[in-house]
């Protein structure tokens, strides 16, 4: 079956790739030197998050994994393996996942020790153990999976005025109807041959992405409108990193206003805490929330009652500078429309929201009595860097307040004629979102 | 925004079956007689297996619901208020989604009590409850949510020869690059233009998808390849249901050889029970499950140890005749792969296939002293009708007997080549499915 120019361009790259890399490894040994692998750890406390390029990258510490190290052995195995594993899929035309690759070695081993006992052992039990290896080997070779043509589950869908080539076909992403196009597992292979957009919006439901696509949202304002589905997968944040880089495109993201709403943006921002290998090439700086926030839903004075609460302007300003000079704005819902449409936080809400600030800020703007002495477990959290700014802090502040959270959904609840021409248009030409 | 011209029919269409609809409910009143609704009953009860449509449908009970009867009041009130939110997005050119229905509803009402005291009540609570009014609708209107352009998020993606007219694109699904075309939510108004394919392959899994499609197996086999990802939604259900009704194309169900595989299958096949009253149009009745299946993985030698276990044979007779009379086949896996392939059933999946073919059948073959012990809590099950046939508790047999599992990715595992150029091509020439 005749692979695409692009599949079989990258397919003698990656084999150019790990065959010169495990050459050399080759001719270590023939000149009897020690057998060995160097790469950057990969470990959380080596995982840093870069201030001035706004996203999590690997620090300096290197790992070294050598094969007559008892303690290495069966790493340093492992990763010959699956390279082994990996190059044969390239050769034989094929496109794995992360999940065949780990039932292609997955093999029991059997050897006799020294004192002549045959011991079996298998290669990997878990895929947890296999990931781990493929991560390991995109860090040696300093190559994503995408490139070794290692496919996975895509959700990400997109419409705009935009024409790209993927594999041998020209597409029109303005012509797919009410539909969508799918994006592909391997977004470094997408050709962008004509961008017509102002900015693009990156939607985190699926439903909402459906009903501004069907509204001609998209059409109306020029954007190249996305939809990841939930939680991000690598091929969009990929293929809406490149957009920002390539064509300087503003990108704007809405989600839910929750926790794990803030998650979902950040993680197309800065990169995903077990993955920081791959922000380099995976997550927007520049990428911006648009909402819900918090103060979409309450304006800024509550935040002045949070403010009188005893002992909290101590906390805020040992956690943030600046907190008490941000702007005010009145909220995009009135009472009775806050009365039905908000929804009290759950308890994993408001712990999800202590990983973001951090504990102390919890503690202090908590109102809540029994989350309060649930989260006690947490005490140690002292939050995510990216979100220790006073505008990220007090929305979080006004969460624990209220512990409320609202769905986009409710904005469309108010019709989606407020959601489409009011609410994304006036927040993005005001510049009131959160960066 | 401009809609597409078959949104703007649709939508009229949807306005005048409501309008007329509830004038007859008008004139009803002003002659004075009872302010009541009539609808099939959407119970369990009234979910009816039909052997010769091979699909769910509901029976014939009827429900009443009168606006003089104090239990039925409420919920009269809930589904005229639901149909008078449909009515306005319809009149409003919007797209709403049945999450956002519920918020528009969300409201609490205040009145007076007999004995002068102010009672306060909500619309509705939970989703819960709006969904079922909308459920009600449906089967009041004779009409599905689709329709009356009612959006929901869609999962399902499609690659083939096959052109389609959606909104106001005619779209070719082959030339789609390495992405694919994800499925509008509302099927119903797509034209098929142009259809060249000799049957539909609907796989269970997106990342199998992305690799058959990568490795250009339906442009080979001639084949339209659907992905549901997961549990399928009703637009995917839908545009299976129209391909196999209009063109005639056999439809072929790839899943994981697990109980939530089959019952994946099943919910193309017969319909959810949940959902019945839609079978009628969302249900493929000839779809095929071309596996994994058991006797794939174990060939069917292994069923006469089942057989020979004490009480087997006589339990499968009582629940289905011609057991023993079943055609025999070699396992597609060696023992050595099926060693390092197959993953252990866990208790919830035990469970599941409790469900499928009832309790009898489970302890009959189960092995496991352990599992045996804790589905007793299901002796009351008796099976899906449309599961109690010879082939299927065959398989279930075995999957009770073996307490194994097989995930597609494992057939993959075996190269890509095998599953897309032997086990597919080789299972559909021989016939070799369960239906």
């Known amino acids: 079956m005749a692979s695409s120019e ?21 001719e270590e040994s023939e000149k009897g030197h020690k057998l060995q692998l160097v790469f ?19 620090g300096p510490d290197v790992q070294y994994r050598s094969f007559t190290d008892i303690n290495e052995a069966k790493k340093f195995m492992q990763t010959l393996l699956m390279a082994s594993i ?96 799918a994006i592909e597992p391997t977004p470094d292979l997408i050709e962008f041959i004509d961008v017509d957009a102002e900015y693009v919006l990156v939607v985190e439901k699926d439903a909402v992405f459906q009903q501004l696509h069907r509204y001609g949202f998209w059409r109306k304002n020029k954007v190249v409108l996305v939809t990841s589905a939930g939680q991000p997968d690598r091929a969009t944040r990929r293929f809406v990193r490149r957009l920002s880089e390539e064509y300087k495109l503003p990108v704007y993201v809405l989600c839910d206003s929750d926790p794990y709403g803030f998650y979902i943006y950040s993680v197309f921002k800065v990169g995903s805490i077990t993955l920081s290998y791959e922000s ?59 009365k039905n449409f908000v929804i009290k936080a759950k308890l994993r809400d408001v712990e999800r929201a202590v990983e973001l600030v951090g504990y102390r800020v919890a503690e202090a703007c908590l109102e809540s009595p029994e989350y309060k002495s649930k989260i006690k477990r947490k005490e140690g959290a002292s939050g995510y860097p990216w979100f220790l700014t006073p505008e990220w802090v007090r929305e979080l502040c006004i969460f624990f307040y209220t512990t409320s959270k609202l769905e986009i959904e409710a904005i469309t609840g108010k019709g989606l004629k407020f959601l489409a021409d009011e609410y994304i248009p006036r927040k993005i030409k005001s510049g009131d979102w959160i960066e």
Chains 1, 2 share one sequence.
């Not at 070779?141 to 041998?168: A, T």
């Open 6 to 26: 692009v599949d079989i361009k990258t397919r003698s790259r990656a084999l150019e790739l790990i065959r010169s890399h495990f050459k050399k490894l080759v």
């Open 280 to 338: 380099e090439r995976l997550s927007t700086p520049t990428a911006k929330f648009i909402g819900v926030t918090l103060t979409d839903i309450f304006g800024t004075e509550i935040f002045k009652d949070v403010l009188k609460k005893h002992g909290v302007k101590e906390a805020l300003e040992e956690v943030t500078k600046g907190i008490s000079k941000l702007g005010s704005k009145q909220p995009y819902l009135t009472p009775e429309e806050r």
């Open 40 to 58: 950057p750890k990969r470990t959380l406390s080596n995982t840093i998050y870069d201030q001035k390029a706004k996203m999590l990258l690997l």
């Open 86 to 181: 990996i190059y044969n899929t390239l050769r034989n035309n094929e496109y794995p996942t992360i999940r065949d690759l780990f039932y292609r070695g997955k093999h029991s081993i059997s050897y006799t020790s020294v004192d002549g006992k045959t011991i079996s052992e298998n290669s990997w039990d878990e895929q947890r153990e296999s990931d781990s290896v493929i991560r390991d080997l995109e860090v040696l070779l300093n190559i994503l999976r995408e490139d070794l043509l290692i496919l996975s589950k895509e959700k990400g869908k997109v419409v705009g005025n935009l024409v790209i080539r993927s594999g041998n076909d020209v597409i029109d992403l303005s012509k797919m109807g009410h539909g969508a196009y």
